[in-house]
Structure formats: structure tokens, C-alpha cells
């Protein structure tokens, strides 16, 4: 019972939805998230960005906050749990069902 266990044997990884809306009463499950020890990865599909062209967005990191622009303006921003690393931070944006874009992020902790 007293001997140490491998980590190398084990891969503990956690999901979960959040809302992306300020409003307390409404869970859109807009955000996706799922964690492992290496790294995040969120899949945000957005309502307020219903409309936008996937193509337009961007992602702007830093390392405890994201924010998504549209033709360049913020519209869109969060305050992360923990702290990334800007370097290996990466997003895609791809046209939604409903006419919601979907952005992926890759976040490395």
C-alpha cells in the first residue's frame, strides 16, 4: 500500500458544458470543455454570435483570459481558471448549425 503509482499508467481526463451567457438564469451549454493533465480543449458555440461568418473571427489569448472578435472588434471574452501559455494556445472557427459559428481552442496549461 505504501509504494508510489506510476502516473505514466493512468490518463485522467474530465468534461463538462458551461453556459457562455452573464445572465444567472440561462444555461446554453455554449461552451464544451474537456481536461487532461497535458492540456484544455473548448468548443464554444456562442447565440450572441449567431450570424457571424466563421471567417471574420479571431481568438485573442492571453494567459488568463480569452476573447473572441468579430471583423476585428471584441465580442466576446472570458476569465480562464488557471494560467496558459500564449505560445501554445491555437483556435479553428467553422460555420454552425443554426448559424452559430463553432470555435475550437487548444489550450496548453
Known amino acids: ?61 492571453s494567459t488568463t483570459t480569452t476573447s473572441i472578435t468579430a471583423f476585428g472588434r471584441i465580442v466576446w471574452s472570458t476569465i480562464q481558471m488557471g494560467i496558459s501559455d500564449t505560445d501554445d494556445c491555437s483556435f479553428l472557427s467553422l460555420d454552425g448549425e443554426d448559424g452559430i459559428p463553432i470555435v475550437g481552442e487548444d489550450s496548453i496549461l
Do not use: M
Not at 451549454?29 to 449567431?50: A, F, K, M, Q, S
Open 1 to 61: 500500500l505504501e509504494k508510489k503509482i506510476p502516473t505514466h499508467n493512468f490518463s485522467l481526463e474530465s468534461s463538462g458544458y458551461q453556459s457562455t451567457s452573464r445572465l444567472p438564469d440561462v444555461d446554453d451549454e455554449g461552451c464544451y470543455w474537456v481536461e487532461n493533465p497535458e492540456d484544455i480543449d473548448v468548443t464554444l458555440r456562442i447565440p450572441g454570435l449567431r450570424g457571424q461568418p466563421a471567417e471574420a473571427l479571431n481568438v485573442l489569448f
